[in-house]
């Protein structure tokens, strides 16, 4: 038990399908973070918010939306994907975030991602 | 922006042997170098971490050691045993440019043969 649940833990959808996945801590961090794990790029950060407002989208396409009502809880809505875009999610969270001194993240489990 | 490179990519030793992995880093002001494991279908679990004021860290069979002036940083693992098998990573954070946010390295998958 990591302190950082995720669900679902496999999903497969459409091309023109809608889903979410969902993400909650109970580490009592204030920030939350998306990561997407592939063959090609083992962890590259997609988006990271500290105190519910996002504070870095590293140029994730539209098609990737996340919302973070609070503190503990972080979506990632996913609308037409495409296949290259299956992988590993992996959602993490952290103290909040000093630019200048580096904190831990801890991830969930992840959720895997099949776009067929 | 900081970059991060870690070699091997692959990394295979006899149980019982000891297993060293090595990373550089780009940003000399970065000061914080954890190091993950993962295990295969489970999310990275940080193993040992080291800040930039020390130069070796140790928990049990783990160890860390920082080189500030050669900006790179190793793992080592003592008396490697089979349950020690999984994919490690290594990141840097803190200088600043990356706003905070941990640069992973591209992973070592070590094998640890019985």
């Known amino acids: 038990e990591t302190g950082v649940t995720q669900t679902p833990r496999h999903l497969v959808m459409g091309m023109t399908n809608k889903k979410s996945l969902k993400c909650e801590q109970h580490?009592?961090?204030?920030?939350m973070y998306w990561y997407k794990q592939s063959a090609k790029k083992p962890l590259e950060l997609m988006f990271v918010y500290n105190f519910k407002e996002q504070t870095e989208n590293n140029s994730v396409p539209s098609r990737f939306s996340p919302e973070c009502p609070n503190s503990s809880h972080l979506f990632l809505h996913l609308h037409t994907l495409q296949p290259e875009d299956s992988a590993l999610y992996l959602c993490a969270s952290s103290q909040p975030q000093d630019p200048h001194s580096g904190n831990t993240i801890y991830f969930g489990e992840g959720s895997w991602l099949t776009v067929v | 922006g900081e970059n991060v490179e870690q070699h091997p990519s692959t990394l295979s030793v006899q149980e019982g042997d000891s297993a060293v992995i090595k990373c550089t880093y780009s940003d000399s002001a970065s000061n914080y170098f954890p190091w993950y494991k993962q295990e295969l279908g489970k999310g990275p679990q940080l193993i040992i971490d080291i800040r930039s004021n020390v130069g070796e860290k140790k928990d049990q069979r783990i160890a860390v050691t920082l080189n500030k002036t050669a900006k790179h940083f190793s793992l080592h693992i003592t008396e490697t045993q089979p349950e020690d098998s999984a994919v490690y990573f290594c990141?840097?954070?803190?200088?600043?440019?990356?706003?905070?946010?941990?640069?992973f390295g591209k992973g070592t998958k070590l094998s640890v043969k019985p």
């Open positions: 580490l009592g961090h204030n920030a």
């Open positions: 990141a840097a954070s803190g200088g600043g440019g990356s706003q905070g946010n941990l640069i």
